[in-house]
Each structure stands twice: as structure tokens, then as C-alpha cells.
């Protein structure tokens, strides 16, 4: 998942941070602590079904939970900690990167009622994706049984990426690392090239699934269906892409790839925008590291550098465009974050496809974010990755002056 460092400070004990940034125009914000009581959270989500105002809080060591109105329910809806997940037996120690890793529910699911998960095996160590069901769409606890669709070894124990969710066309997007250890290299790594530069595996790329079946098939409009190269795939070059969102107004594609050792990188995607290859072993963000420059490699549209330790930045979480209807000032503002400062920034549409961006300094950086997540009005969630119950839910409040801020619609970003 995320790199951590030994000499990071102890969890918040306030239950607001506020913070401003200029990214073109000053915004403030606070987090308010929905619920606490996690144990090592890695994602927060919604079943997309109008007027279910309950959130889905995704635990590392296998367990799904529920928030319903604040109220953290007791049972579980789901609990796949008694099997095939690789359980984490050291909170916190560094590496941990395996166990359940993302969640999604379909755009059908009021009447399929199937939703999804991502997890690593515990004896294989193998990326999964399997479907579940529930007996009824607001059903608290799911059936228990799953359906394992689609399997992809991973050489090593990190950078398996794990993210998935849906896209505006209806199709389950899954990213996957590139297998983990440095430089795209090694046992288990394509020689010469890494796994993340051949598109005849999984590895080191975003899939696109069409999910409807029994089973899955390879949407039309995948660029290796018919040519050489995996059908699953729809964009490559990545090394660990752990969070990722799509803005539903826009059709856009926001994919924030974990760097190695220099630089995080944030890749924004037009809609409907197949066959990209983002660069990485040849490139860290936007400089040469491994190997020659390639022809055709899409550079990132922000870039942020490592700082020193202990609070430094090291490690990007991808959020969200901020699409809700409670705070207009924050429309069309792009939310990610770095996982080890607790440091959140803004991108925001200068004018087509370029972009402004400004941090929101942190006034007690002492968040671990592990993810960003919408609720089914649009309202975005910041997720604390803590252990031993400590880990947190908070929401995104505007405090920003209204006078200052631009409002960016989607005509903006074309």
C-alpha cells in the first residue's frame, strides 16, 4: 500500500483540521470525525442507490463495516478475515501492503444486488476479484459465499494496487501493480522491459471488465482486443496505482500512481480515452529513470516531489472532484493527499487540460490517509488509517469566505 516511516507522529486527538489553500482562488477546510473504531481502514464508499445514506468502511484485515447515520453497526456486512486474505499480524509494520484493498458496487445494484471486492490470498499472495451478493438491496449483512472472477499472481508482497470501481460506461475498472519490489525488476518481472511496459500480463496497468455475467468479459473499445497484448487492459505503465476516481460530470479518469523514490504523480484522463501508457519503468513522473525514453508515453498532469522524513512527503492517495451540492465553492476541485505528511492539496481547470494546484497545509498533519470516498450525495470522506480501533472516518466541511472562491463547471475542463 503506502510506505511508512518510523519517526511518524502519533494520531490526531482533535476531531477537526482546518487548513487553506489558494488553488486559483483561497479555499479552508475542516474534517469532521464521522465514526471512529477501525482497525487499519484503506476505503469508504456508498452502494449508489438513491436515499441509501449508509457508508461502507473497508478494513485491510478483511472486514467490512458499516456507518449508518454516524452509528457504527456491530455486525459486520461482510467478514473475510477467516479466509483468503493475507492478515496482517504486525499492525502498522512497514510493508503491509496485502489483505482486502477495495470495494464497488455496480450501477445495477438495487437490482443485481452484486457488488465486489479486491483482496490478496493468503497462501498464494495473488491479486482476486470476487463478486458477492446480498439477499435484499438494504440488507446490513451479505451472504457469506463469494465468487472468485479473476486471478493475477503477484511476484511480491507490495504493489498490488487493489482499487476498483466503476465507470460512467458501466464497466468495473481494476488497477493492479506491477509486482512489487524496485524498478519493475527482478524474479517475476519481465527482463528488459518490466511488467508494467509489457502489456502480455496484468501487471502494472488498469483493467476494464464487463462484469454482467457469470463470469467477465473484455468490453469492445479495450485497445488489445484483436492486436497483441492483453484484452483486459485498458491503460498501462503503472506501478502502484492505490486510488483512483472518476468524475461522473466530466467522464474524466483520475488515476494517482504511488511513486518510487523521487516523485508522485497524479494522470487525468479524458473520457472515454483508451490504450494510454503512463511511462513508469521508463519514467518517474516526468523524468527518464530506467531504460530509453519511449515514444507515446502520457506524462502526468501534476507531479509532487519527496520531502525529508519523518513528515515528509513520500506516498500519494488519489481523492476525488468534489461534486456535491453542499458546499458550491468546492465544485470541480480535484482532492488528493499524501498518505505519510497528512498533507491534502487541490487541483483545479485553468483552461483545457491545464490545471492549478495549491496544498492545504495541514494545521496537526498527523493524518494518515489512506483514501479518499463520496457518500451518494457526492460528498467527499477522508479515511485515518489507524490500528487498534483508532482508525477514522471524517467528512470534508467548506469554511471558506464564498466570495473568494471560482466555481469550475464541467465546461471547464474542455
Same mark, same amino acid.
Given at each position: 500500500m503506502h510506505r511508512r516511516t518510523p519517526g511518524r507522529r502519533a494520531l490526531a486527538l482533535g476531531l477537526a483540521w482546518a487548513a487553506t489553500v489558494s488553488s486559483p482562488a483561497a479555499i479552508s477546510i475542516t474534517l469532521d470525525q464521522i465514526a471512529t473504531g477501525f482497525s487499519m481502514p484503506v476505503y469508504v464508499t456508498n452502494t449508489g442507490v438513491a436515499g441509501d445514506t449508509r457508508l461502507f468502511v473497508v478494513e485491510q484485515r478483511g472486514r467490512i463495516r458499516i456507518i449508518n447515520s454516524g452509528t457504527v453497526?456491530?455486525?459486520?456486512?461482510?467478514?473475510?478475515?477467516? !479466509?483468503?486474505?493475507? /492478515?496482517?499480524?504486525? @499492525?502498522?509494520? @512497514?510493508?503491509? %501492503?496485502?489483505?482486502?484493498?477495495?470495494?464497488?458496487? @455496480?450501477?445495477d445494484f438495487a437490482t443485481s444486488l452484486r457488488f465486489y471486492v479486491s483482496y490478496t490470498?493468503?497462501?498464494?499472495? $495473488?491479486?482476486?476479484?470476487?463478486?458477492? +451478493?446480498? @439477499?435484499?438491496?438494504? !440488507?446490513? +449483512?451479505?451472504n457469506t459465499s463469494g465468487t472468485p472472477i479473476l486471478t493475477q499472481s503477484q511476484p511480491q508482497s507490495n504493489h498490488n494496487g487493489g482499487w476498483i470501481g466503476f465507470g460512467p460506461d458501466g464497466y468495473l475498472y481494476m488497477a493492479i501493480g506491477d509486482g512489487g519490489a524496485s524498478n519493475d525488476s527482478g524474479t517475476g518481472h519481465t527482463a528488459g522491459i518490466g511488467n508494467a511496459q509489457d502489456t502480455t500480463n496484468l501487471l502494472g496497468d488498469m483493467l476494464r471488465l464487463d462484469v454482467s455475467g457469470s463470469s467477465y468479459t473484455n468490453p469492445p473499445g479495450n485497445p488489445f482486443i484483436g492486436v497483441a497484448g492483453a484484452d483486459e487492459i485498458y491503460h498501462y505503465g503503472l506501478r502502484n496505482p492505490w486510488r483512483n476516481s472518476f468524475d461522473f460530470t466530466t467522464g474524466m479518469f483520475f488515476i494517482a500512481d504511488v511513486g518510487q523514490g523521487l516523485w508522485e504523480e497524479v494522470n487525468i484522463v479524458p473520457a472515454a480515452t483508451a490504450g494510454l501508457n503512463f511511462g513508469w519503468r521508463n519514467y518517474e513522473g516526468n523524468v527518464p529513470v530506467l531504460g530509453p525514453a519511449i515514444g507515446g508515453t502520457t506524462f502526468p498532469v501534476h507531479v509532487y516531489a519527496h520531502t525529508s522524513n519523518p513528515n515528509g512527503n513520500l506516498s500519494i492517495t488519489g481523492g476525488y472532484v468534489y461534486r456535491g451540492a453542499a458546499y458550491p465553492n468546492l465544485q470541480g476541485y480535484y482532492f488528493f493527499a499524501d498518505y505519510n505528511s497528512g498533507r491534502i492539496w487541490t487541483l483545479a481547470p485553468?483552461?483545457? !487540460?491545464?490545471?492549478?494546484?495549491? $496544498?492545504? %497545509?495541514?494545521?496537526?498533519?498527523?493524518?494518515?490517509?489512506? !483514501?479518499?470516498? %463520496?457518500?451518494?450525495?457526492? %460528498?467527499?470522506?477522508?479515511?485515518?488509517?489507524?490500528?487498534?480501533?483508532?482508525?477514522?472516518?471524517?467528512?470534508?466541511?467548506?469554511?471558506?469566505?464564498?466570495?473568494? /472562491?471560482?466555481?469550475?463547471?464541467?465546461?471547464?475542463?474542455?
Open positions: 453497526l456491530g455486525t459486520d456486512f461482510l467478514d473475510l478475515s477467516p !479466509s483468503g486474505l493475507n /492478515l496482517i499480524s504486525t @499492525p502498522l509494520s @512497514p510493508g503491509n %501492503e496485502r489483505g482486502l484493498l477495495g470495494l464497488a458496487f @455496480p450501477p490470498d493468503r497462501v498464494t499472495g $495473488a491479486s482476486v476479484l470476487s463478486r458477492y +451478493t446480498v @439477499p435484499s438491496v438494504g !440488507s446490513n +449483512t451479505a485553468t483552461g483545457p !487540460s491545464t490545471w492549478s494546484s495549491s $496544498a492545504v %497545509e495541514a494545521l496537526d498533519n498527523t493524518f494518515l490517509v489512506s !483514501s479518499f470516498g %463520496e457518500d451518494v450525495n457526492r %460528498e467527499l470522506y477522508v479515511v485515518h488509517y489507524a490500528d487498534s480501533g483508532n482508525g477514522r472516518v471524517l467528512r470534508i466541511r467548506d469554511t471558506t469566505v464564498p466570495a473568494t /472562491l471560482t466555481v469550475f463547471t464541467a465546461a471547464q475542463y474542455h
